[in-house]
């Protein structure tokens, strides 16, 4: 499995992104399709997954501003971003789990100012 992610950028504190992350695969043959984040000398941390019936789950940090969806394409996982917050700053990775393994994109940067 191929992940492709994409729609990083620069922003202002309260703005908005759209992250999307387009995989090799339908996003329906995979456990769950998931955004993790890394700021700089922090850990990665789980920020929203989906699964294959469209159970969605939320770390507690971005419940209320960040909606995971998957597109009408059956191979792409979007990240909506909105009211972003300086410490919303990190390097936003896309996940996919199929069976018992994990494949990773990229990676694309989050900058979000005050």
């Known amino acids: 499995v191929q992940l492709q992610a994409s729609g990083g950028g620069w922003v202002q504190a309260g703005g908005s992104l759209r992250l999307s992350c387009v995989a090799s695969?339908?996003?329906?043959?995979?456990?769950?399709m998931g955004w993790y984040r890394q700021a700089p000398g922090e850990q990665r941390e789980m920020v929203a997954h989906?699964?294959?019936?469209?159970?969605?789950n939320y770390a507690d940090f971005v419940k209320g501003r960040f909606t995971i969806s998957r597109g009408i394409a059956k191979n792409t996982v979007y990240l909506q971003m909105n009211s972003l917050k300086p410490e919303d700053t990190a390097v936003y990775y896309c996940?996919?789990?199929?069976?018992?393994?994990?494949?990773w994109g990229q990676g694309t940067m989050v900058t979000v100012s005050s």
């Open positions: 996940l996919a789990r199929r069976g018992y393994s994990d494949y």
């Open positions: 695969v339908s996003t329906f043959t995979t456990n769950y």
């Open positions: 989906i699964d294959s019936v469209g159970t969605t």
